[in-house]
């Protein structure tokens, strides 16, 4: 039997990394792993492959950027082809990326089952691309497989019956659990010339941020008055890069020294940094994952979260965009008032183990020997 993963945008890549590799380890299925090209660059794609010790895709579609009708239509058309000469039992889909929404569309059409891993998640604000990502995919896919508890009450209350609803815990956490051995050894700190605790680091990147002028500008004025007080270690995600060029911030960021905008990270290198910092600012779904996971405190620069365990449980404080609320949340925070925080049931690790475990079961394949 068959599985063909679906990668596509960079938070997908360490998603599917453990999957894959816990379903090679257990030999019982084929795998196809296709990236559709979303992501492209360099720094956005191909160094998660290495730091992750993925595999090269066995099939690249190519579809780049354009808008959201553009995008997704070109991967659908592309993937059709791709299901009907792979024919896979199994079409495995993470997150909430164009990619995802058009991959699952694809295959409920052609019959094919669906898995949705990361399903339920839910910020309740339609207004964003991923939540109707989401929702669309979460309707369509026969396993729901979800990271934390809250995720399986808002399937519930769509609707969705129990037996497709299959808590397996936070697949992202298994590869950082297995790298940041690895990340600890990187002289990162050193060549940025940080020291432990004594830096902070922000990421922004969604459309409702960066694509306003208005939000963006009063984003990085609470950021360069952050900045006086300890560095900002910013690396700038291509989209954000060009609308602050685009919108004419650079004045603004010339006067704030302690703000200092690099390129995007690698895997492992930006785990070097978010793991040893007093504070992180951002607007990614992930991070506000990894921070809690690390026991880092984490500020979260928009008006919802579709991550709430993070915030219940974890690191996590939702502050929204206004300025002076994310200066006041962060000289808390450096006054040592950071949130404790605990980490999350089933954040330990073995997700894709038990994701694995399913796709065996579900496709019918023998997992006795290895129970035994
Ligand atoms: C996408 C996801 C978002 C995810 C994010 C992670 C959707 C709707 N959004 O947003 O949920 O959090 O990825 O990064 O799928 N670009 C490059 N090089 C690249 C990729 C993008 O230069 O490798 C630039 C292009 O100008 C492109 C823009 O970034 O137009 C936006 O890329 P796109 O894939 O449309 O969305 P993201 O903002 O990255």
């Known amino acids: 039997k068959k599985v063909l993963h679906i990668v596509g945008a960079r938070?997908?890549?360490m998603k599917v990394a453990p999957i894959h590799k816990a379903i090679a380890a257990r030999g019982q299925l084929s795998q196809v792993l296709v990236h559709t090209g979303q992501h492209y660059d360099v720094k956005m794609s191909d160094v998660f492959f290495?730091?992750?010790?993925?595999p090269a895709p066995d099939i690249h579609l190519g579809i780049g950027s354009g808008s959201h009708a553009e995008q997704t239509a070109r991967v659908m058309l592309e993937l059709e082809k791709v299901f009907l000469s792979e024919k896979p039992d199994l079409v495995s889909v993470v997150g909430d990326v164009n990619s995802t929404l058009a991959a699952a569309l694809v295959a409920s059409k052609m019959g094919i089952l669906i898995s949705h891993v990361e399903a339920g998640l839910r910020s309740f604000d339609n207004r964003m691309p991923e939540e109707?990502?989401?929702i669309v995919t979460d309707r369509i896919a026969d396993l729901l497989l979800t990271p934390s508890p809250d995720a399986d009450v808002n399937l519930q209350k769509e609707g969705a019956a129990a037996s497709r609803i299959h808590f397996v815990g936070n697949v992202m956490i298994?590869?950082?659990l297995a790298s940041k051995a690895r990340a600890d050894t990187l002289p990162t700190?050193?060549?940025?010339?940080?020291?432990?605790?004594?830096y902070a680091v922000c990421t922004l990147h969604r459309a409702s941020n960066v694509d306003d002028a208005k939000i963006l500008g009063g984003l990085i004025s609470a950021l360069a008055h952050v900045?006086?007080?300890?560095?900002?270690i910013f690396p700038v995600h291509p989209r954000t890069r060009k609308m602050l060029a685009d919108k004419g911030l650079g004045g603004l960021l010339e006067k704030a020294p302690g703000l200092r905008l690099v390129e995007p990270m690698g895997y492992l290198e930006f785990l070097a940094l978010t793991s040893q910092a007093k504070l992180i600012l951002t607007d990614s779904g992930g991070l506000q994952e990894e921070s809690t996971a690390l026991g880092v405190p984490c500020l979260t620069l928009r008006e919802n979260t579709e991550r709430p365990i993070t915030v219940e449980q974890g690191t996590n404080l939702v502050v929204g965009v206004d300025p002076e609320r994310i200066r006041e949340a962060a000289t808390a925070i450096l006054n040592g008032q950071g949130k404790k925080g605990r980490v999350p049931e089933l954040w330990d690790g073995r997700s894709a183990e038990r994701i694995a475990d399913?796709?065996?079961?579900v496709l019918g394949v023998d997992t006795g020997a290895l129970r035994a």
Do not use: E, H, V
């Open 11 to 13: 938070p997908n890549f």
């Open 50 to 54: 290495t730091d992750l010790g993925m």
């Open 132 to 134: 109707i990502n989401r």
């Open 174 to 176: 298994d590869s950082l």
């Open 189 to 198: 700190l050193k060549d940025l010339g940080l020291t432990p605790q004594g």
């Open 227 to 232: 900045s006086t007080r300890l560095p900002i």
């Open 358 to 361: 399913l796709y065996a079961r």
